[in-house]
């Protein structure tokens, strides 16, 4: 299980949200496991007031937190990152503009479909 919040300037967000989705979704099922059915992103377009931009950041500036279950090595997520960089370069953005935080949980901190996320059947690994 995975969910995505991305922050970012609304002047940019706006026009790659799609592409971003796309580009976040086969990294997450190619590097992490996920199946292709889930797809958990919310975007957050932000006014430049709401969302300023570091030094040494642009316009495209982008905040990526992936809120996961806990278990994948850490060679797995340094490929998630790899993989991210990579391929966010097609949308112009640069490794500047680019920051991604993973937040680990144990599954029974989640909640879904009315179960502790320790009591659902996965239909995939999280020790990948």
Do not use: C
């Not at 990526?64 to 060679?75: I, N, T």
């Not at 949308?91 to 179960?115: C, K, Q, S, Y």
């Amino acid at each position: 299980m995975a969910q995505f919040k991305v922050y970012g300037r609304d002047t940019f967000l706006r026009g790659v949200r799609s592409e971003l989705s796309d580009v976040l979704h086969a990294a997450a099922v190619d590097v992490l496991q996920l199946p292709p059915s889930k797809r958990f992103h919310r975007f957050f377009p932000m006014t430049a007031d709401d969302f300023p931009t570091p030094d040494g950041r642009t316009e495209r500036y982008l905040v990526v937190e992936v809120l996961m279950f806990e278990g994948r090595e850490v060679d797995t997520k340094k490929a998630f990152y790899a993989r991210l960089y990579r391929d966010v370069g097609a949308l112009g953005v640069e490794p500047a503009d680019l920051e991604v935080t993973l937040i680990e949980t144990p599954r029974h901190d989640w909640a879904i479909r009315g179960l502790p996320g320790d009591e659902l059947a996965l239909p995939y690994r999280v020790d990948v």
